[in-house]
């Protein structure tokens, strides 16, 4: 962005006002042919009327019908609607609706998670009321995070920021997924370590007790599965669990803090080659399926676990 000194003039005054110090004009959005001046945070940024009118209530009802409006205030000789702070738009996020609006950078499936993220909040009913926006705002969030157990590893950039726009902007298809997430790696992030993650943003009390709370009923839940043998169909297949769940499941799950992450350790405990280890077909199907129906079964109780 760049800062350009503009005389900023009030219309309810016969005298010209003297020159405001500078106001930053936006780098893209000050087009030569706009006809409304919005101001979002400090920034300043010359629009098209019609298009915003066209599609927000908000911006349409904010904006005067004309500069002579008894205490309109104008730059360049355009109306300035400025953005009530009460509406909590941030710029950058009105820098992103407007970039979709124009097609500059729209929301296509590839648009990243914060630009996602900043139309979501810009668009919303709370903020600047794009319906059709929203919506499509919506979708492309639901569509970037698991919708079911089979979608392991749950390890994922952005969780704590999407929990938070999930349950204010009340997309519950996603909340699951993004609670486990956060829940089963809590941990991840040691800031002693300099190749770990990025620090994750901070949650809501709220949020935060239900994470842990998740996290206990998981332990609590697959401990008994994790550290109980496995059996199968036939005796010669049970005494190969017998021998092996010891080095190939629990050990391999303490290695790796599987006890606090049941999804992920069932698809591993899935993934073995157990007709190598020496299981008949029949079992190895059997098992398989087991396993998944645990997976369904974990999925199903965070629904009360959450609640």
Not at 220 to 225: D, S
């Amino acid at each position: 962005m760049s800062a350009l000194t503009l005389t900023v003039s009030s219309s309810s005054s016969s005298t010209t006002t003297a020159q405001q110090p500078a106001i930053r004009r936006h780098a893209r959005y000050w087009l030569d042919d706009g006809s409304l001046v919005v101001r979002a945070q400090d920034d300043f940024y010359k629009v098209h009327r019609t298009l915003l009118h066209r599609h927000s209530k908000v911006l349409a009802a904010l904006s005067p019908p004309s500069a002579s409006t008894d205490g309109g205030h104008t730059v360049d000789g355009l109306v300035v609607v400025h953005i009530p702070d009460a509406l909590e738009v941030r710029s950058a996020d009105f820098e992103a609706l407007l970039e979709h609006l124009y097609h500059d950078a729209p929301l296509d499936d590839s648009a990243p998670f914060p630009r996602v993220a900043s139309v979501l909040r810009a668009s919303a009913r709370e903020q600047l009321d794009f319906p059709a926006i929203h919506a499509l705002a919506r979708t492309k969030l639901e569509g970037m995070f698991p919708a079911g157990p089979e979608s392991a590893p749950f390890s994922m950039d952005n969780a704590e920021e999407a929990l938070t726009l999930a349950v204010k902007h009340d997309i519950p298809s996603i909340l699951k997924a993004l609670y486990y997430s956060i829940a089963t790696h809590s941990h991840d992030h040691d800031a002693d370590d300099p190749t770990a993650p990025a620090p994750r943003l901070p949650l809501s009390p709220e949020l935060s007790a239900r994470c842990d709370a998740l996290l206990d009923n998981l332990i609590a839940h697959f401990t008994p599965i994790l550290f109980t043998v496995a059996t199968a169909g036939h005796m010669a297949c049970t005494d190969v669990f017998a021998e092996k769940w010891m080095p190939l499941v629990i050990q391999r799950a303490l290695d790796k803090n599987g006890l606090c992450r049941p999804l992920e350790t069932l698809e591993e405990i899935i993934a073995i080659d157990w007709a190598a280890e020496g299981l008949c077909e029949e079992c190895v199907r059997d098992k398989r399926e087991e396993w998944r129906g645990e997976q369904r079964d974990v999925w199903a109780r965070m629904d009360g676990w959450l609640s």
